[in-house]
């Protein structure tokens, strides 16, 4: 999962035993071609000596190292860090997108949307990188994107993932800054910056310590969540927040319904790409099936609470940003994209405590994610491997610059570009794997980590540059409401085509 030591000395395995392995138990970790397939194999490298020793709390597992059997999680503690992930405030702030731009009732069959994209997704992407040992971000190098290509991948995961870590921190920051009542920019920006350095301390720590600290933490917000629903009862206005229409001044059915699918899809394959890379941390093959249930459960279940939360502080939120100047639109959309600020209306105190503690197991894999993008975006280019230390540092502060050039104001868009994004890259590997090698036999499954890497897989490269600039004209223009109507079948198409076409140049090796 994180950089560290040389490529070159990452054993990797055979296409043969890969597949050998890839249907059971956990590949073996300790390399080179005559390891027992068995994950508590026998060799004398990398992986028996993880497992001779107790390394440091902060020690991790190289994002070039397939997942020594001593790092490997049972899937209720890889469940603990996903539903941790999808119980956030970005998440909560989903919620209410979802109900105050499409309504409760069209909002309905948007969370039905997620949950079926979020499970299929991420079953079928945590399947290949469990089966690789590997993370989203190096399979998809070695399968659809090659060595330099794969920095369109990372610039695609550092603007996605990375986006979503700077939402948190502003909706972090903001609800700090309403319960104390400071203001001014330099009280913000100082916030902002210390607030992006304790995510940088917790990312230091390992994935065992995230899960045990999600777990805890899961359980503290939705009791939170579970007060603030408790209070909306006890006013009588439960069935209203269940019920109502679309709360969001000048936005018609149509617009906020392709709204609320957009931020759907986004966060769905958000929610794959950065599942796989806990997955490849799973025992066996038959564990991915309820990690990506438990994962996308809880994400409608955060959805539902976040329709409740900010409806509850609605009318206060929206005060609250009218008072800085805001006009009825900007501050009724500031009031549904800062649930923060509605908790620390509902809970106050003990709200925000809950919050902060909340935001460090969200923040924290976030960082994590967009370092081993920043790392892999390294790499790719330069052929440099970056100190975790250093990667981390990079991934947040890229966070402050997209909160200092204002990208997070435009949070439609943004939803709606991730969602082409994360949809047209999770299409391709699936094709890729699953149909392409697969069905078609065009390619080899499995990584063989010690064959020399193709620079660029240009047919994935440039199917996925095609189907980007296709996607986002037809919405840019306003011919298509939800670019994944396009995208998805578009990707498929294009791919299967170009490797019909090519299919003797890539089995004889000549291109990627």
């Known amino acids: 999962m994180i950089m560290g030591g040389n490529e070159e000395q990452v054993k990797g395995k055979t296409t043969t035993e890969v597949a050998r392995t890839g249907r059971g138990r956990a590949p073996s970790m300790t390399g080179g071609k005559g390891d027992d397939p068995n994950p508590q194999g026998r060799g004398g490298t990398e992986g028996s000596d993880r497992r001779g020793k107790r ?3 902060t020690e991790q597992v190289s994002l070039f190292e397939r997942v020594p059997a001593s790092e490997r999680l049972a899937w209720p503690d890889i469940a603990a860090i996903l539903s941790g992930v999808v119980s956030s405030l970005s998440k909560l702030m989903g919620g209410g997108i979802v109900a105050f731009y499409a309504g409760c009732q069209m909002g309905g069959v948007t969370v039905a949307i997620t949950f079926v994209l979020s499970f299929f997704l991420t079953y079928l992407v945590g ?14 190098r070695y399968y659809i994107f090659g ?4 920095a369109a991948g990372s610039l ?3 603007f996605v993932i990375v986006g979503v870590l700077a939402v948190g921190t502003v909706q972090l920051g903001n609800a700090i800054l309403f319960a104390f009542g400071w203001e001014g920019e330099a009280a913000r920006w100082a916030l902002f910056t210390g607030i992006s350095c304790v995510w940088v301390v917790m990312a230091l720590f390992g994935t065992k310590v995230i899960a045990r600290m999600n777990a805890v933490f899961v359980v503290a917000l939705f009791c939170v969540m579970g007060y603030v629903i408790y209070l909306i009862a006890a ?4 069935v209203d927040a269940a019920t109502h229409g679309i709360l969001i001044p000048g936005v018609q059915p149509l617009e906020g319904f392709a709204y609320s699918v957009n931020y759907a899809i986004m966060t769905s394959g958000l929610m794959a790409l950065f599942a796989a890379d806990f997955t490849r941390f799973a025992r066996k093959e038959r564990d991915i099936a309820p990690v990506a249930a438990t994962g996308s459960l809880f994400a409608i279940i955060t959805y539902v609470c976040g329709a409740l939360v900010v409806y509850y502080g609605f009318d206060k939120s929206v005060a609250y940003f009218s008072a800085q100047g805001m006009d009825p639109l900007l501050a009724a959309n500031a009031a549904v994209t800062n649930p923060g600020v509605s908790l620390v209306l509902a809970a106050g105190g003990v709200g925000l405590a809950i919050i902060c503690l909340s935001q460090m197991k969200v923040e924290t894999s976030n960082s994590i994610g967009g370092a081993n993008a920043v790392s892999n975006l390294v790499h790719s280019l330069f052929g440099r491997k970056l100190p975790w230390a250093a990667a981390v540092v990079g991934a947040n502060a890229i966070g402050l610059a997209f909160i200092l050039g204002n990208i997070l104001d435009q949070v439609n868009a943004f939803m709606s570009y991730g969602s082409i994004l994360t949809s047209s890259w999770l299409i391709l590997l699936i094709t890729d794997y699953y149909l392409v090698r697969g069905k078609m036999g065009i390619g080899k499954v499995g990584i063989d980590m010690e064959a020399p890497e193709k ?3 240009w047919r994935g490269v440039g199917t996925i540059a095609f189907v980007t600039v296709v996607g986002s004209v037809l919405y840019a223009t306003g011919m298509v409401g939800v670019p994944f109507l396009v995208v998805a079948p578009l990707t498929m198409v294009v791919y299967i085509a170009v490797s019909w076409l090519l299919r003797d140049k890539v089995r004889s090796g000549e291109i990627g």
């Open 235 to 238: 006013d009588g206005q439960l």
């Open 147 to 150: 060595k330099k290509g794969s």
């Open 455 to 457: 620079a660029v897989h």
């Open 127 to 140: 399947k290949i990188c469990y089966r690789e040992g590997l993370s989203n971000n190096v399979v998809s």
């Open 156 to 158: 695609i995961w550092i």
């Open 55 to 57: 390394g440091s709390v």
